[in-house]
């Protein structure tokens, strides 16, 4: 939960991986209505990773290299 806030206060997107049943999408939903924004996700599928949707694998650090 801090970390999404985070996320929304950076003005970033926020990627929430896990497994099926613990509230990431109601989480996501709750928290797009709060501060009145539009709510999207994407559905993946078992063969599909992070990566295939962002198109990088790496984190960036505060210099901003990989």
């Known amino acids: 939960m801090r ?8 003005r970033g997107h926020l990627l929430i991986e896990g497994v099926p049943g613990v509230g990431k999408t109601t989480l996501a939903h709750a928290l797009a ?6 709510f ?3 559905q993946f599928t078992s063969d599909m990773l992070p990566s295939d949707v962002l198109g990088i694998s790496g984190v ?7």
Not at 3 to 10: D, T
Not at 33 to 38: G, Q, S, T
Request: glycine share 4%; proline share 0%; net charge positive.
């Open 60 to 66: 960036l650090d505060l210099r901003g290299a990989i």
């Open 3 to 10: 970390l999404a806030l985070v996320a929304i206060l950076a």
């Open 33 to 38: 209505r709060a501060i009145d924004c539009d």
């Open 40 to 42: 999207r996700r994407v």
